[in-house]
Structure formats: structure tokens, C-alpha cells
């Protein structure tokens, strides 16, 4: 059974910075592609990030060229660098892992998801 495990999660102001970790277990993490998703107050989840087995990433437009995604796959962890905050980033952030690999930017894609952690910027 494949575990994912987020950690990370704060309380920021507006302009900071969080790093966000996903630990995963169960399968062998380096054949698989990683993602992020967020969920908002009152919000659908939506795609942030996702990384590929060897190492490909892809961005949502609203969090390019601010956040990420990379993964350490001796560790068996994908990370979340979160830079520039924004009040909109508030969020329960969700780490989640496919059934096979490459970019993958759906939910139904995704087979299994850790618990969540919460990232609350503050203005």
C-alpha cells in the first residue's frame, strides 16, 4: 500500500517563503511521477506541480515561476519550494502520486493522496 506523508505547512506572510515535503512508501518511488494539488476554502482541488521519474516538471499558471516541485528519490520524498506567497496560496496542500508516469495535471489521474497540509499566508 502506497503511504504519502506531507509535511511543511505554516503560517507565512505575504512575500515569504515554505518548503513542503511529501514522504512516500509502499512502491518504489523513482519509477512513478509526483504531483501537488491544492485545495482552498470552499474551492474545487486543483493542479499545482508535478515532476516525472526523471525529473520533468510542469507548472499551473498561477503558481509558475514561484513555486518548485523537485524530488530526492534516495529519500523517497517530493518537494514543494514555495517562493513569493501570495494570500491566494492559502490552501490545504496535498501530495499525490499516479499509477504510471509522466505529467499528469488531473485529479482522476492521481491514485493516491496524502493527508494534507495546511499553508496559510497571511497579508
Known amino acids: 500500500q502506497v503511504h504519502l506523508v506531507e509535511s511543511g505547512g505554516g503560517l507565512v506572510q505575504v512575500g515569504g517563503s515554505l518548503r513542503l515535503s511529501c514522504a512516500a512508501s509502499?512502491?518504489?518511488?523513482?519509477?512513478?511521477?509526483m504531483g501537488w494539488f491544492r485545495q482552498a476554502p470552499g474551492k474545487d482541488r486543483e493542479f499545482v506541480a508535478c515532476?516525472?521519474?526523471?525529473?520533468?516538471?510542469y507548472y499551473a499558471d498561477s503558481v509558475k515561476d514561484r513555486f518548485t516541485i523537485s524530488r530526492d528519490n534516495a529519500k523517497n520524498t517530493v518537494y514543494l519550494q514555495m517562493n513569493s506567497l501570495k494570500a491566494e496560496d492559502t490552501a490545504v496542500y496535498f501530495c499525490?502520486?499516479?499509477?504510471?508516469?509522466?505529467?499528469?495535471?488531473?485529479?482522476?489521474?492521481?491514485?493516491?493522496w496524502g493527508q494534507g497540509t495546511q499553508v496559510t499566508v497571511s497579508s
Open positions: 499525490a502520486t499516479p499509477n504510471r508516469n509522466g505529467v499528469y495535471t488531473k485529479i482522476y489521474e492521481y491514485a493516491y
Open positions: 515532476v516525472t521519474w526523471r525529473g520533468n516538471t
Open positions: 509502499g512502491r518504489t518511488f523513482s519509477s512513478y511521477a
